[in-house]
C-alpha cells in the first residue's frame, strides 16, 4: 500500500470518506494530495517540536514541489509525482505551507478580512488544487475558493475549544470579540453565555453566506465540473450538517465536538451524486429568534 494511501485511511476524515466516489486514478491522486495536506498540518501541530524543526520541515516541502530538493523514496516521492504527472500550479501549495506556518507562532486576527485571508491560505487553496486534481477546470476556482472559506469557518466554530486548549490559537476576529463584548478569559474559561453564542451565530452566518454563494457558483458550472466536484459538494453538506447540529444545539462547542455520523455522510454523498443539493434555510445575522428571551448566564 502507497504511504499517501495509508496516511489518508488513518485520518478517517471527512474529505476522504468523499473519496470514495472518484474514478480509480483520481482517487489515488486525490490520496496523495490528501496525504500532503495533513504532513503540512502534522508538522504544525503534532506535539514534540521545536518552533525551528517545523519551519525546517516546512522549508523541506516549499523545496520539493518547487523542484529545489530532490525527493526520497516514499510519499517525497509521490508528492513530486503528483505535481509532476498532472502539472500542478504549486502556488495553492505554497500558500497552503505558509498559511500553516503562521500557525507556528500564532496571531489572533484582527478583523474578517484577516480571517478570510488565512482561510483562503490554508483551505480555499486546498480546494483550488483539489479541484484540479479531480478534474475540474479553472472555472471552477471561485466555487473552490468560497467552499473553502465556508468548511474552515465550520471547522473554526467547531474547534474553538480544542484550538485553545492544544494550541492557545484564537481564530476568532478579535473586532467580532470586543463587537460582543466577548474576551479571551471567556474562551479559556469555556463560558459559553449568551454573549459568546451571539458571537458564534454572527460567524456561522458569514459561513452560511459562503455556502450559499458556493452553491450558486456550483449550479452554474458545465455539467462535467459539476460532476468531477461531487466529492467537494459532498464536504459542503456534511460541513453545513455539522453547522446545523451546533446552531440547533445554541453553540455548545465547549461542551461536545460535532460530527456526522458515517451512515448520515454515506446519504449525503448519494445526495451530492443525484445533483440534489438543497441547503435548508438559515437564521440570517438578524434574525438570531433562538436567543429571544433567554437570560445570560
Sequence with gaps: MAESETITRNAKSNLAFTLMNLPVEKRIRMAQFYAFCRLIDDIVDEPGMTPDIRHAALDRWRDLITGKAQASEGIESEIVDLVTQLRLDTAPMLELIEGCRCDINPVQPATREDLLAYAYRVASCVGITSATVMGASSQANDYAIALGYALQLVNILRDIAEDWRKHRRIYLPAADMQLFGVTTDDIRQQNCNYRMRTLLAYEAALAEKYFAEAEDLYQNLNVDDRNALIP??????????????????????????????????????????????????????????????????
Design 232 to 297: 467537494a459538494q459532498a464536504m459542503s453538506l456534511i460541513y453545513h450538517n455539522i453547522l446545523e447540529k451546533m446552531r440547533d444545539d445554541e453553540y455548545r462547542v465547549f461542551e461536545r465536538r460535532y460530527s456526522v455520523n458515517n451512515f448520515r455522510k454515506l446519504w449525503l454523498l448519494l445526495r451530492a451524486r443525484l445533483g440534489t443539493v438543497e441547503l435548508p434555510s438559515f437564521p440570517s445575522i438578524s434574525e438570531w429568534s433562538f436567543f429571544n428571551n433567554r437570560k445570560d448566564n
